[in-house]
């Protein structure tokens, strides 16, 4: 490319997060996002994108970017050889089991989920047979080996309507509580939970929100369900990080805050140039592991595969098949 066309190039992508990254960081960033692209072109590799990546991942050199569900939809029909997950373990892993003849890969191995890590196989286990004849819906924050020991899997985008759609009285679901607990409250369905949570929605409290109205009136206020029942309620609307971007796209609210992972509302705000976004900062540890350094040196030397063991990919795939066909 001549030294040009490479100018135009990086201001085309900075213009994309100028609003969100200032200039002085930029140069920072450029070189890793041409290396990207590059490296993307001669692996024949695509970059998922989770709502949570940073702007610079997010919009500069992700293919697909969405919540869970539509990172799982996606991932099932991906033509090129590599998958990588810029996101967390249980998203990359949902992907390989979805398509596993390709290479799917984790720029951080480390990049884990509070919810992910509050139960196991053999705790599934156990709920079964203290509550026999209850059918198992397990959140995909979770690992392949739990998922394979469940009925069906379901996301925050769906949950209700999987849960409804099973016709019975009572499910166990598992392992966030207060996903649960929201669900719950929306269906007739009795709903067995687990004692886990999101570290990082749990931290949102009604009273923040109090604070954030008064001090920003007329703010919509937008929560993920994994926040704790007095936050939802607290809210004006609840839904999956994907129904948050749909609301501020569709009711195109003034001014708006989202209850959720920081780098959301830097992704969002990007596309509605002329609405005010409030950003408390919460930020999640796990997905913030993921870098456009570890994104290039992932396809530089197609590290870290993910690898399951077949029997556990096969049951876990049920599962996840299961719900995409709801
Ligand atoms: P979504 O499926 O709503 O994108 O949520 C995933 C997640 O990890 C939220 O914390
Ligand atoms: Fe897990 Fe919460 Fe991070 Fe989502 S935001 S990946 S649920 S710890």
């Keep these: 490319m001549s030294a040009a066309l490479a100018y135009d190039h990086r201001a085309a992508l900075y213009s994309r997060v100028s609003r969100v990254i200032p200039p002085l960081e930029w140069p920072s960033f450029a070189d890793d996002v041409d290396a990207i692209l590059a490296l993307k072109r001669e692996r024949n590799a695509v970059v998922l994108a989770h709502n949570y990546m940073t702007p610079e991942i997010f919009h500069c050199v992700s293919d697909i970017t969405g919540d869970s569900l539509l990172l799982a939809r996606e991932a099932q029909t991906v033509q090129a050889d590599v998958i990588v997950m810029a996101g967390v373990h249980f998203m990359a892993e949902t992907a390989k089991m979805l398509n596993p003849g390709k290479m799917v890969l984790i720029p951080d191995v480390e990049a884990g989920c509070s919810l992910a890590s509050s139960i196991t196989a053999a705790d599934v286990r156990l709920l079964r047979q203290r509550?026999?004849?209850?059918?198992?819906?397990?959140?995909?924050?979770?690992?392949?080996?739990?998922?394979?020991?469940?009925?069906?899997?379901?996301?925050?985008?769906n949950a209700k309507k999987i849960v409804e759609s099973l016709g019975v009285p009572e499910v166990i679901m598992i392992p966030d509580k207060y996903l649960a607990a929201n669900v719950a409250r929306e269906t007739g369905v009795k709903i067995i939970a687990w004692e886990g949570a999101c570290e990082v929605h749990e931290r949102f409290t009604p009273r923040q929100i109090r604070t954030l109205r008064a001090e920003n009136p007329g703010v919509v206020v937008l929560a993920h369900p994994e926040c704790p029942p007095d936050v939802v309620d607290a809210a004006d609307f609840a839904g999956s990080t994907a129904a948050m971007s749909d609301y501020v796209t569709h009711r195109q609210p003034g001014r708006v805050v989202l209850i959720t992972e920081c780098s959301m509302a830097d992704n969002v705000a990007v596309l509605h140039p002329k609405i005010d976004f409030v950003r408390p900062c919460n930020l999640c540890p796990h997905m913030k592991r993921i870098s456009l350094g570890n994104i290039r040196s992932a396809l530089e030397h197609l590290q870290h595969e993910v690898v399951i063991a077949p029997d556990v990919a096969a049951r876990a795939r049920q599962a996840v098949e299961r719900m995409l066909a709801v």
């Design 131 to 157: 509550y026999p004849g209850r059918p198992v819906i397990t959140y995909v924050n979770t690992s392949a080996e739990v998922k394979a020991e469940s009925d069906i899997c379901c996301t925050s985008g």
